[in-house]
C-alpha cells in the first residue's frame, strides 16, 4: 500500500517549512537548494512589506530572516514581518525607521498574532524610538520628539 | 486567446506599472490574480491599460490545484470574479500544489508525476472550470527536486491533464530550460513531445545558477539559452502570445525594453518597445 497522496504532500510541505528532514526519495542536495531559494524568496516579500525592517539589517538581512524563518511556515509577508517585528520589539532592538514602521503599523491595524490583522476603527496611539505615532481615522502620522 | 496573435507582452506589475503604461505596441499583459481585488478599485496602472484596450490575462499563484484535497470555492471564485472584472478571455494557474495539511508552503511545489496526483489535478481543474465564464490555461513549473517513482515521464504527464480536462497549455520557456538543465535532459525532446498547439500563451522569464543548480528567479536577464529556445519552439509552433516576467529586482527601462525587443525577434513577432 503506497502512501496516500494527501500525506506525501503534507509531509513535503511540513520537511520544507518546519525544518524537518527530507523525505524519503527526495535528492537532499536539491530538496535544500530548493528550501534555501523559499526562505530567501520570501525575505525579499517580506522586505516589500517592511522595508525599514529590512533596511534595519543592512546586508544580513536574507540571511537573518532565513535563519528566523527557517521553522516558521509563512502566514503571508505582512504577518511573517510583523511576528518578526513584535519579536524585536519585545527584546528592544527594533530601533531607528525600523521602529517607526513598526508603530506605524500596530497604531494603524489590529492583528491577534493569529488571524489577519485589520484596520482599526478607533483612534491609536504608539510609541517608537523618540517619536509618538497617531492613527485617526486611518490616517497614520510619525510625532517625532524635540532635540 | 488561442484564436489572436497577441505577440509580445509582459506580466504587469505595481513596480513597473509606468514603464508597461508606456509600451506603444502592448496588446496583451498578465496580472497576478490574487494581487486584484475582487470588488474595491482595480490598481491604477491595470484600468488604464484596459482603457486602452491592452487584453489583461489573471494569472493564479494561490489555488494549489495540484493539492490532494478540494480546491477552495473562495480562490475559485475570486479568479472568476477577477477575469469578469478585466474582460479577461483567459484565465491562467499551475500544475503545483502550494499548500498541505493546514500548512502553506509559500511556493508552487511539484507534484508526484503519478496517476493519483493526476486525477487530483484533474478533479481541481474540473471544479475551477465549472466556475469559470472563460477557459484556462495550465501552467507546468519549474522544479528543483522531483518525486521518487515518477509512473509517467512529464511530456505524459502534462498532456494527459490536458486532454482530461480540455485546459490550454501555459508553456513558460524559461521552466523548460531551467528543468531540462537541472536533470541534464534536452529540452528539444520535451519541445516534440507536448502538445503546442494547446499553447495559448508563453512565459519568458530569467534566473541565475547558484551551487550547479538553475533557479527561476525572475529577477535576473532572460538568458540567451532561453531566448534560443524560444525560436526552437516558433520553429516548431509559435504560439499566439508570449511575455516577460519579471519579479524583483527591477532594471532600468532601457534594460526591460532590451528584453522585450528580444523576445520579439526570437520569436519573429514586431517589438513592442
Not at chain 2, 229 to 234: A, D, M
Not at chain 2, 239 to 264: K, Q, V
Request: glycine share 10%.
Amino acid at each position: 500500500m503506497t502512501e496516500s497522496l494527501a500525506a506525501r504532500q503534507a509531509a513535503l510541505v511540513e520537511a520544507l517549512t518546519s525544518g524537518k528532514p527530507v523525505p524519503h526519495g527526495i535528492d537532499g542536495f536539491r530538496f535544500e537548494a530548493a528550501r534555501t531559494a523559499l526562505l530567501r524568496k520570501r525575505a525579499g516579500e517580506v522586505s516589500r512589506q517592511w522595508p525599514m525592517l529590512a533596511a534595519s539589517f543592512g546586508a544580513r538581512w536574507k540571511r537573518e530572516f532565513a535563519d528566523w524563518a527557517a521553522a516558521r511556515p509563512t502566514q503571508g509577508s505582512l504577518r511573517d514581518g510583523w511576528d518578526l517585528a513584535r519579536e524585536l520589539h519585545a527584546r528592544g532592538s527594533l530601533k531607528g525607521a525600523a521602529a517607526e514602521e513598526f508603530a506605524g503599523r500596530e497604531a494603524a491595524m489590529r492583528y491577534d498574532g493569529a488571524s489577519a490583522p485589520h484596520p482599526r476603527r478607533t483612534p491609536a496611539w504608539r510609541s517608537a524610538a523618540g517619536a509618538v505615532v497617531v492613527q485617526f481615522r486611518g490616517r497614520v502620522r510619525v510625532i517625532r520628539r524635540a532635540g | 486567446m488561442a484564436d489572436v496573435e497577441y505577440g509580445v507582452g509582459i506580466g504587469w506589475r505595481p513596480e513597473i506599472s509606468g514603464f508597461v503604461a508606456e509600451l506603444p505596441g502592448l496588446r496583451f499583459a498578465e496580472v497576478v490574480a490574487e494581487s486584484v481585488h475582487a470588488h474595491g478599485d482595480l490598481p491604477a496602472g491595470l484600468s488604464e491599460l484596459l482603457e486602452r484596450g491592452v487584453t489583461v490575462i489573471p494569472h493564479g499563484v494561490r489555488l494549489g490545484l495540484g493539492g490532494a484535497e478540494a480546491v477552495d470555492p473562495d480562490r475559485v471564485r475570486h479568479l472568476a470574479t477577477v477575469a469578469e472584472r478585466v474582460g479577461a478571455p483567459l484565465v491562467s494557474e499551475h500544475i503545483a500544489f502550494v499548500r498541505a495539511g493546514g500548512v502553506e508552503a509559500g511556493h508552487l511545489l511539484p507534484l508526484p508525476r503519478s496517476r493519483d496526483a493526476v486525477d487530483a489535478m484533474v478533479a481541481n481543474v474540473r471544479r475551477t472550470q465549472a466556475e469559470l465564464a472563460v477557459p484556462i490555461a495550465l501552467e507546468p513549473i519549474a522544479a528543483l527536486f522531483d518525486w521518487p517513482d515518477d509512473e509517467l515521464s512529464e511530456a505524459d504527464f502534462i498532456t494527459e491533464i490536458l486532454d482530461r480536462t480540455g485546459a490550454h497549455l501555459l508553456l513558460d520557456i524559461a521552466n523548460v530550460y531551467a528543468n531540462a538543465r537541472n536533470r541534464g535532459t534536452d529540452p528539444l525532446e520535451l519541445l516534440d513531445k507536448l502538445p503546442l498547439d494547446r499553447i495559448a500563451y508563453v512565459h519568458v522569464a530569467g534566473g541565475d545558477e547558484h551551487d550547479g543548480l538553475y533557479h527561476d528567479t525572475h529577477t535576473h536577464a532572460t538568458p540567451q539559452p532561453v531566448l534560443d529556445l524560444i525560436t526552437e519552439l516558433c520553429r516548431r509552433h509559435r504560439p499566439p502570445a508570449l511575455m516577460l516576467e519579471r519579479d524583483g529586482d527591477y532594471p532600468p527601462a532601457g534594460e526591460l525594453r532590451s528584453e522585450l525587443d528580444a523576445i520579439a525577434a526570437a520569436s519573429g513577432y514586431h517589438p513592442i518597445t
